[in-house]
């Protein structure tokens, strides 16, 4: 299973974000990590992929398969967005909402699997004691679990998780993306995460893409792409790559002047 972009144009009015973008073959088990400035398109980019969005033209292909193609319950059964805007059901508790999260594309009759799976997924992301809180009550980084253990719970084919570490402390940074690693290669899905932590994105995911400018400027491991100038101009500073002395990369960057620059 792969999943492929090409010549994706979006636009919003006449702004356009995305610009013939290209992606080459997301491979299933793969984890890759999307880079790329603030208001760079990632987000337009997930959402386009994930069908929540009108493309002005373009195509987005599931194992050669033009997505536009599928049912809208196929596509958001199979690509599954978890959105930078933490949402807040007030009325459900966490296990309820994760249990609505798997029923709402099979069926409303609630199986004795259906609870284990829910459990399952709570344990595995070590909140089994958060289950009876209302989502109201949890902090940032609790909702932010949550809505990963929604997507988790429903076993999609691509995952897109538009900055899915913002809210967590480094604990739970680590945990979290080792647990969305092993579960992408052992249960074959496609992961696509916006990180803005270049070092994070070099030591878990297998490759990085970079957007910039409405187009995927590069693809390919992190070292490649973490040791090209080309990453440093899309950011406007300066890097230097180093390696750990236990073998990890790790990207040094500084402005390029000593003033704070402005988003442009
Ligand atoms: N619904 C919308 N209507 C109009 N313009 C939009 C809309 N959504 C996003 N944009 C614009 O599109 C551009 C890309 O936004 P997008 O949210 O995709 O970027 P991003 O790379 O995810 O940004 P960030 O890293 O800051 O979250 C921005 O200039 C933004 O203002």
Known sequence: MSLSVTNLTVNYGDHTVLNELNIEDLQKGSFTALLGPNA?????????????????????????????KCSKMERARDVIYLPQALYSTLALSVFESILVSLKQNSGWRVRPEDIKKVAEVLELLNIGHLAAKNIGELSGGQKQLVALARILVVKPKVILLDEPTS????????????????????????????????????????????LDKGSIQTQGDAHNVLAMPLLGKAYKVQTSLERSSSGQLYLDAKLLNDSAQAMA
């Open 40 to 68: 760079a398109g990632k987000s337009t980019l997930f959402k386009s992929i994930a069908g929540l969005i009108k493309t002005k033209s373009g195509a987005v292909s599931l194992n050669g398969r033009d997505l536009k």
């Open 167 to 210: 809210a967590l402390d480094l604990h739970h940074q680590l945990s979290i993306l080792t647990v969305i690693k092993k579960l992408t290669i052992e249960r074959e899905f496609i992961t696509v995460a916006a990180l803005h932590d270049v070092n994070l994105a070099a030591k878990f995911c297998d490759q990085i893409m970079l």
